[in-house]
């Protein structure tokens, strides 16, 4: 029997930095540096944002498409979207078509965003004849309870004199009622499925506006207003739809209340980013064959544990008592906190001299170094043959 090393490294993107494949492929440089003749099994990973698209779409040989729809801020942008013909399937992500990063910070507005982009894209699939939509709600800049994507499936916000409204939370200050009698027919007879990463409701405390809506642009004096505006809009689309879950369910939140919108109103099936990328690329089966498991993130903190790619990767390696080490761009978190999450270790990029500016700019290099040394301590702790 072989007695070479195998490691599996399966990492989510490095946001701002990395994507998930290139970060696989510096942690295995490392990797080589320390057990050049180690069987190495890459599996980059996400958790329905940045890369998910692109991740499902590459598992099943798809197609990579691109089409043109409004941004989040009614400016026109290039979004692009997975079609696998096989299964009649186009995997969409929310951000291509309403994301934070297609806003400059000092023109996000919430207010005036909306999430029309999305809905185009939902009617481009439609049209190609998709019988099946994946839609990824992760890193949004929008906060409009996807009212702007039902408006492009043919919803109406109306007025009391049955005025059409501008989608946006703004926009809607004046709704009276929801008209449904034009949405899209083709939508009741596929499969809709959203893949999140956050548990968070459509409104409250812990809800879409209070938790995410500062680092979308909106001044902390409009969260409540905000919220107010969000429990408007579901109120009066539960006065003419029955929801299929409550707005107060784990997920509507999501996006900016685009978990709502494709959940609670048009019944897609939630299902957690990560773990359903780990099923589609069969992450169980090389984690059980694995001596250690290596992942990675832009920043470990107390985020991670809620549906993130680190945590999946470690729930998934208890099952057959595999070490996991995550390399991280920085980590927030104590020993104790790391120990708990269910880490052997975390080694940060951001140590010693090294800043964040350092980290995005070198990141591959010091991707390596760290994995490198992190195998070494690991390798000197388990006396494992190298």
């Known amino acids: 029997m072989s007695m070479r090393l195998r490691i599996v490294i399966c990492p989510d993107s490095f946001k701002g930095s990395l994507s998930s494949p290139a970060a696989a492929k510096a942690m295995a440089q490392g990797v080589r540096l320390v057990v050049p003749d180690a069987r190495i099994e890459c599996i980059p990973m996400a958790d329905g944002g940045e890369g998910t698209a692109e991740r499902i779409t590459q598992a099943l040989n798809g197609q990579w498409r691109r089409d043109r729809v409004h941004g989040p801020d009614g400016a026109m942008v290039d979004a692009s979207w997975g079609w696998v013909p096989a299964q009649d399937m186009a995997v969409i992500e929310a951000a291509s078509a309403c994301g934070l990063n297609l806003t400059a910070p000092g023109r996000r507005n919430p207010w005036q965003f909306d999430t029309r ?44 004199n049955d005025q059409p409204l501008t989608p946006t939370p703004d926009g809607l200050k004046t709704l009276d009622r929801v ?70 369910a784990p997920g509507m939140g999501a996006a900016g209340g685009l978990g709502f919108a494709l959940g609670a109103v048009l019944g897609a099936t939630r299902q957690r980013g990560s773990a359903y990328l780990a099923d589609l690329l069969a992450l169980d089966a090389a984690i059980e064959q694995a001596d250690l498991v290596l992942t990675g993130e832009g920043a470990l903190d107390t985020q991670t544990a809620q549906g993130k790619v680190v945590a999946e990767v470690i729930r998934r390696a208890r099952r057959f008592d595999k070490p996991v080490i995550c390399i991280a761009g920085s980590v927030r978190m104590t020993h104790a906190q790391i120990k708990t999450l269910g880490l052997w270790a975390a080694w940060p990029l951001c140590r010693d001299s090294v800043d964040v500016e350092d980290a995005i700019a070198h990141a591959v290099a010091l991707i390596a170094e760290r994995t490198a040394e992190a195998t070494v301590a690991w390798l000197g702790a388990s006396s494992k043959p190298g």
């Open 117 to 160: 982009g999305v809905g185009e894209l939902l009617r481009c699939a439609l049209d190609r004849g998709a019988q099946k939509l994946v839609i990824g709600l992760g890193g949004s800049g929008t906060n409009d309870a996807g009212a702007g994507m039902l408006s492009a499936l043919g919803v109406r916000f109306l007025n009391k």
């Open 179 to 248: 008209n449904f009698s034009e949405l899209d027919t083709r939508l009741a007879h596929v499969e809709l499925i959203c893949l999140t990463d956050v548990d968070n409701p459509l409104t409250g405390p812990d809800g879409a506006t209070a938790v995410f809506g500062p680092q979308k642009g909106l001044a902390a004096s409009d969260v409540a207003e905000m919220d107010a505006r969000l429990r408007q809009i579901a109120a009066h689309i539960e006065t003419v739809r029955q929801l299929h879950c409550a707005p107060d």
